[in-house]
Structures are given as C-alpha cells and as structure tokens.
C-alpha cells in the first residue's frame, strides 16, 4: 500500500441540496408471482398525500393516486397509503385476502419503514422515500436502462445515471459492489454505451482467479524466452482490448507489484511485453472493480494502492447487494427464466413472496442460480413452487403471523452468530431479521442482551 493517502473515499459532509432531501414517498413495485416482469410503467407509483391500490381506480378521490393492479387476488379498493404525522401509513380497506407489511398481516393501520416490504394479493412492492434526484435518476432507467434489466432501485438507477454520462468519456472507472451484484454486467454496459463499442472487444479478466505470479504475463503479454515456458510471444489482454475496453475484476486481489505496473499504463498509456524493451503506445480504456470494503481513515478499497484509487476515480461507483434492491426482484427473474427458455416464467404466490424476503447473501447470482434451477425442476409445465427452491427459502415464509407473534420456533442465535450476521449485512437489522426468520424487535433484545451495537458494523461512505 502506498503511505500516503492522495484520495479518500468519504464524501465531505456538507447540508443537503433540495434535490438531494429524500422527500418523496413512492412505491416501487417489484412483480407479480405471475407476470415477475411488470411494464416500466407499472413499477413506479408516486405516493402524494394518498395512493389507493386495487384492481380498479373507479372511486378514488380525485386528489389522491392509484395503483391499478391486475391481479385477481386483488380486491377492488383493496389499501391505501397516506401521509400522516412525521411518516407514511398502510390501511387495508377491508380486503378480501389482506395486506401484509413485511410479511405481517396490517391492522389498522401500519406505519411504514423506508424499505417496507408490502404484499397484496400474486404482488410484492417495496416503499421508498426518495429524493428528486433519484426520483428522476429511476424514471430515466425504466425508459431507456443502462444494463439488460431496467432498476427502480433509487440507489442503482442514481449510480446508472452517473456512469452513463461517463461513459462517452476516456476516463478510468472504478466499480464497487459485493461479489455477484454485477460490476462486470454494468462494465460491459458503459462499454456499450461508449464509442468504443466499435472500435474495440470488451475484455474482462478476474484478477483473483487467475494465480498472482502469472497475472503480469497476462496482461502485458510476453516476447519468445522472455522465461522458461515462453516457446513463443504471446500477446496480453491489454492488447486484446486494443481500440475497447479492459475490465479488471478484483483488482485489490492483484500483487502490489502488478498494481504499480497497471498505474504506470494509466499515466503514459505505453505497453512494455515482459522480455522486451520497445513499448507501444495502446488505446485502452480501463473499468475496474472490487468487492473490497472501505477501509477507514481515508483509505481506499482494502487492498489497493491509494494512489491507482486516485487514477481510477476518487469516488468509485457503489453498486448496492440485491438485499438492497428487492424491487428489482421480479424484472431480474423475468430476464433469467427468458435466458433459460425452460418453464412458464410464473410463480405460485409462496414461492414469490418468499423469494423477496430472502436476504440474498451472494446477491443477483445467487438468484440466477436460484431461479433457473426451479425452472428446469417444474419441468416447464407448472409455476415455480416453494418445493422447487432451495429448503432454507422455501421455509422462511411460513405463514405470516399476527402481530406481535415470533416468526419462528427455532433456536435464537448465539452471540457469535449473531455478531457475524450482524458483520454480514452491515448493521442492517431488518435484513438479520429476515435471515433468522424472527421478528426485529426480538433481533433488537438479543442485540442488547449481547452488547453488540450495529452502528460500529455499517460501513462508512
């Protein structure tokens, strides 16, 4: 590592800008058990003073919103949202089949958490409060998206946002997000978007999968005996991606040796084969990525140079894990069970609901996984059922309880595990919840009883 910070990653705290005030309430929807993959137009509702939500928009105050829903298991006026005092609240209007928040049947009416899980009827949504700039950052994906799926994730569609208008520039990105959350996916989509796209190939290298004393010779390539194995010159992957892109996955996962090498190709653009002394000039755009965290102190990524942090951007592009994202569930299981052409793209209403309370530790690649394996277990002929997900999902979403009542009979968790669910989901109460199928404010009892204050586990950007 370098000694001296040249960048840090932390923003300067300075007073919100009026479009930064996260001030708007919406409801993102994120599918139907069975049509996952809703039209754009139907996955943003703006919540006002008061949305209805029902299958027909036939007696809706003229000042309120509706959210026309085709579902059969919807009742007419089935609940509304309204603003009340400091906050926002779901009423059921007497539903047929009931409205539940966070897998717990609503009664009377239920204040909701930014982030709450709402199910009515075959459909899952999740409530946001977002400010303008994401507001208008989620309107701009749903129309034109950056990557394969279209995100409401106000997080996502702010950071799509951003590296679309970078993408028609020269410079080097730098990509962080959790293994799985689809750095390459969104690397290939600035790639995409550029004017590289004919000029050049997309190249991708994982800088952790390939062993560290080789990852020199396949980046820079190498001339005839430049060692004992070089019968022959090779050239590297740099100068594959000649007139394209290059992406470095994992980088922090490279020598420190290698990092400066790849520093040194950022300052001067000049490639050097390992047993030659004659560079040449390359046209090479570099995107990289790690799944390293944020190191403290101003320091970059773990594992990576300050310094290449500085060349690569100095304030890199967070790609938020899919427990972050549930909205986007239904339009990423639609586009997998398209890729697999296997099933009918449909889910039984358990499996779907249990498919959003899931916590997803390995992110949109676990659910690829997930997904594709059910397809192909049904058969093609049926819905995708609880028995056909892996047995941890399919028994978290035992039937919701009534208020106030424990999610389960199970165990509670030691201290130690405890701590690391805790480490795993960075703090997030709600998420170690749903992982131990317990209610929060039980997670919230232990938390006290074992001195374990989340604060300390989130990370700080």
């Known amino acids: 590592m370098a000694d001296r910070p040249e960048q840090t990653l932390t923003a300067v705290q300075s007073p919100l800008s009026p479009g930064e005030a996260k001030d708007r309430a919406v409801l993102l929807v994120a599918g139907s058990a069975e049509a996952p993959g809703l039209p754009a137009r139907a996955r943003l509702q703006i919540v006002g003073d008061e949305l209805f939500l029902g299958r027909r928009a036939d007696g809706v105050p003229v000042h309120a919103n509706a959210a026309v829903l085709d579902d059969g298991l919807v009742s007419g006026q089935h609940a509304r949202i309204t603003r009340g005092a400091g906050g926002f609240d779901l009423e059921d209007l007497g539903s047929k089949n009931g409205t539940f928040v966070d897998n717990l049947r609503g009664e009377g ?167 030659s002394t004659r560079p040449r000039r390359m046209d090479v755009r570099i995107i990289a990525a790690t799944n390293r965290t944020v190191s403290g102190g101003g320091k970059g990524p773990q594992g990576l140079r300050d310094d290449i942090v500085a060349r690569l951007g100095a304030a890199p592009i967070h790609l938020p894990p899919l427990r972050n994202r549930i909205e986007d569930l239904g339009a990423l299981a639609a586009h997998f069970l398209g890729a697999s052409r296997v099933g009918q793209g449909r889910f039984e209403q358990p499996a779907f609901r249990a498919l959003a309370l899931h916590a997803w530790p390995l992110n949109v690649r676990e659910l690829e996984k997930i997904v594709s394996t059910a397809a192909v277990l049904t058969g093609g002929t049926q819905p995708i059922a609880l028995r056909d997900l892996p047995e941890p999902i399919a028994k978290a979403i035992a039937l919701p309880a009534a208020p106030g009542a424990r999610r389960s009979t199970g165990p509670s968790p030691t201290p130690a595990q405890l701590e690391e669910l805790l480490r795993r989901y960075e703090g997030n109460v709600a998420d170690v919840s749903r992982e131990l199928g317990k209610h929060r404010a039980a997670v919230w009892r232990w938390i006290k009883k074992f001195g374990l204050g989340p604060q300390k586990f989130r990370r700080n950007e």
Do not use: W
């Open 109 to 275: 009416r239920v204040r909701l958490r930014d982030g709450a899980l709402v199910f009515l009827g075959n459909h899952v949504a999740v409530f946001r409060m977002v400010s303008s700039i994401e507001l208008e950052a989620i309107k701009a994906e749903l129309t034109a998206p950056l990557g394969p799926v279209a995100t409401a994730s106000p997080a996502l569609a702010v950071a799509c946002d951003r590296l679309r208008r970078l993408a028609a520039s020269e410079g080097e990105l730098l990509i962080v997000g959790e293994t799985g959350v689809g750095k390459e996916v969104y690397a290939r989509a600035v790639h995409e978007a550029s004017g590289r796209r004919g000029k050049g190939r997309f190249v991708a290298i994982n800088c952790a999968a390939i062993p560290r004393e080789l990852v020199e010779s396949e980046l820079f390539g190498y001339r005839a005996g430049a060692h004992s194995t070089a019968h022959q010159a090779k050239a590297g992957l740099i100068e594959e991606a000649e007139g394209g892109t290059l992406f470095l996955d994992e980088i922090g996962e490279m020598t420190a040796e290698a990092q400066i090498k790849i520093l040194r190709f950022l300052q001067d653009r000049e490639l050097t084969p390992l047993g």
